[in-house]
């Protein structure tokens, strides 16, 4: 007999009346689900062959809610913590601390709040701060978000280009802030992500399997990655003299083939045509090949270690900041694993 969440029971299927299966439902699980005779039950037949059972009465009831004791973590870690209850999906956040630590901790609860979106503080006092998000998993399209991170990275290269052929360096000012939104897309893009795959309602309103729902999170990790790069061009490009801005036109190349193969693959995240993602792949790919050769003679030319050095330490930087996204993971997985689920 089931008797909690992970046990298995299996059951026969009756036949009532001569024409209708029923299948009788594990009186536990009715009484946990608070369910009464006559009440509506959601039956969803998945694509492998698997019904779920969803009791209607509680589609919109239920809040994830973590609680967080400051005083039990490192130093200056709240933020990455409620960073992690956020992309694991949590609604509500409880932070505790000792009346001592309100002030440097509500430092890194603005910076939480203004790198997220929909969360609001709504209770506050001198040991306890509640969260509260106040927007629907289920009302923004992950095709809406990666789309406005699509614009705000090729907006971004299309004014390195302009500045790079003589137009003025100040339609840059603003590159930190566009990185910034695209992080925080992200991390949106992550949430919906991490709540569909624990609610089917989110994940049927957002039209979402998923695999659907992991692929979409890949699709905005490598444009917020293009990102932090583009942004690392801008900060080079406003720092050039004139002679590094004609040195630079030697890749406008290999940035135009980029600009063109993104926007072609963007465009078949709907048309998913093969032979056009193909041929975006190749071209990318011929760029890489490009730019190694003109590394190369770079290299070859001004007969120095100083290219030699810089491309070992971008590999470096970036698998150490490959390495950061990991324990970004783990700490998600920590968060989302210390919820818990309660019915309003």
Known sequence: MSTGPG????RKIQLTGGSTYTLSLPKPWVEEMELNPRDGVRVDWRPSGALRLSPLNRANLQTRTVAIN?????KDSLHDHLMGAYISGVAKIIISFEGQQKRT???QIRRFLRNTRGFETMNESETNVELLCLLRASEMPLTASIN???SQLSSMIRDIISVINGDSNEILNDANDREAEVDALLYLVQRQVA???DSHFVASSLKLSRNQAVEYSNLARSLERMMDHALIMA????ISTTQSLTSMKLVLPQIENWQQSIKQLMINIRTKDSHEIEAARHQLKDSQNEITALEEQLMSDNATNELFLFRLL???RRICAYARDFGEVLLN???HDESYTSTQ
Not at 7 to 10: E, K, L, R
Not at 70 to 74: D, E, I, R, S, T
């Open 7 to 10: 046990s298995i029971d299996v």
């Open 70 to 74: 400051a005083a039990n973590l490192p």
């Open 105 to 107: 901790l509500n430092k």
């Open 148 to 150: 406005r991170m699509y």
């Open 195 to 197: 709540i569909s795959l």
């Open 235 to 238: 900060e080079l490009t406003l």
């Open 314 to 316: 971008e590999s470096i």
């Open 333 to 335: 997985i920590k968060l």
